[in-house]
């Protein structure tokens, strides 16, 4: 639930032209708010991330929670992750495993967004 919270506060935040730091990194996850940049962010032990805005390239190593990504034209590549959140548009998420070798859950309310295993 506080993903989907944060994911409706990003969504208001960008629409009203908030900016803030590129990456924040706080005890409940990482956020991850800026236009047109290049972050890499390693996950620790299910770290949840929250990437908002739009046309940012992110790199997530490690193992990660749940990864929701909102905005537009986002293209997030993740190392391990146990579930994608896609609430923006035309949006591409590439992860390479799920937890225990399964596939991650896949939440996708956009219009156009790609998630698929990285080959």
């Known amino acids: 639930m506080k993903s989907v919270r944060a994911a409706l506060f990003a969504v208001s935040f960008v629409a009203l032209g908030g900016a803030g730091a590129p990456a924040v990194a706080a005890d409940d996850g990482i956020t991850i708010l800026d236009n047109g940049a290049t972050i890499t962010h390693e996950c620790h032990d299910g770290t949840d991330v929250n990437v908002m805005g739009n046309e940012n390239k992110v790199t997530l190593t490690g193992a990660c929670g749940t990864v929701t990504v909102t905005g537009n034209e986002n293209s ?7 579930a994608i959140a896609a609430l923006g548009n035309e949006n591409t ?27």
């Open 76 to 82: 997030v590549t993740v190392e391990t992750v146990a």
């Open 93 to 119: 998420v590439l992860w390479e495993k799920g937890p225990g070798g399964k596939a991650p859950k896949i939440t996708n309310v956009g219009t156009k967004n790609k998630i698929s295993k990285k080959k």
